[in-house]
T-cell receptor, first 114, second 113 residues
Framework: EAGVAQSPRYKIIEKRQSVAFWCNPI?????LYWYQQILGQGPKLLIQ????????DSQLPKDRFSAERLKGVDSTLKIQPAKLEDSAVYLC????????????FGSGTRLTVV | AQSVTQLDSQVPVFEEAPVELRCNYS??????LFWYVQYPNQGLQLLLK????STLVKGINGFEAEFNKSQTSFHLRKPSVHISDTAEYFC???????????WGAGTKLIIKP
């Protein structure tokens, strides 16, 4: 089966600019996650979707981050305006059964804010 | 709240030697346990998981892990490492009805030739 697709792979922007990341999960996976992974740390959950509904966005900095999954398939994560501390790898993952059997991750988008 | 501790941030080991990466978690209830591997500039890949049943779990690439409920541990082992095992390894625990993963900080496995 095709894996979780993410784009772009790399992005460099200046602070205060905006950026968007795209994720296409594995077909049939109802649960989709966005994670932020800062260098040297474990992943931090930003938002979890079940189909097109938000299950948990408690750690999403809502003043600058937004995410949507309009048709319950693809998802976009946006940052506006970006700060230097947003430099990280943004990982998308999907799961079939709310993650009981584990997640499948995409390759991630490495964001550098200068 | 649930927490996961990976006791070593880095583990250097010679090629073909055995290795153990340690993981402890805090929970008084049933949990699901996972090990993921992250190769340089890649996403995370599931190595193995414990959901129920046998406490010895075998995964991909020759890795295995043992669930020890009394010690709340889930240590990862491989009898003989290869240079291609160079990566960062993350232990994770699933909690709650949403089965969200709680992650350890990761252990970098460094293989010395």
């Amino acid at each position: 089966e095709a894996g979780v697709a993410q784009s772009p792979r790399y992005k460099i922007i200046e602070k205060r600019q905006s950026v968007a990341f795209w994720c296409n999960p594995i077909s049939g996976h109802a649960t989709l996650y966005w994670y932020q992974q800062i260098l040297g740390q474990g992943p931090k959950l930003l938002i979890q979707f079940q189909n097109n509904g938000v299950v948990d966005d408690s750690q999403l900095p809502k003043d600058r981050f937004s995410a949507e999954r309009l048709k319950g398939v693809d998802s976009t994560l946006k940052i506006q305006p970006a700060k230097l501390e947003d430099s990280a790898v943004y990982l998308c993952a999907s799961s079939l059964n709310r993650g009981v059997d584990g997640y499948t991750f995409g390759s991630g988008t490495r964001l550098t804010v200068v | 709240a649930q927490s996961v501790t990976q006791l070593d941030s880095q583990v250097p080991v010679f090629e073909e030697a055995p290795v153990e990466l340690r993981c402890n978690y805090s929970s008084s209830v049933s949990v699901y346990l996972f090990w993921y591997v992250q190769y340089p500039n890649q996403g995370l890949q599931l190595l193995l998981k414990y959901l129920s049943g046998s406490t010895l779990v075998k995964g991909i690439n020759g890795f295995e892990a043992e669930f020890n409920k009394s010690q709340t541990s889930f240590h990862l082992r491989k009898p003989s490492v290869h240079i291609s095992d160079t990566a960062e390894y993350f232990c994770a625990v699933s909690e709650g009805s949403n089965y969200q993963l709680i992650w350890g900080a990761g252990t970098k496995l460094i293989i010395k030739p």
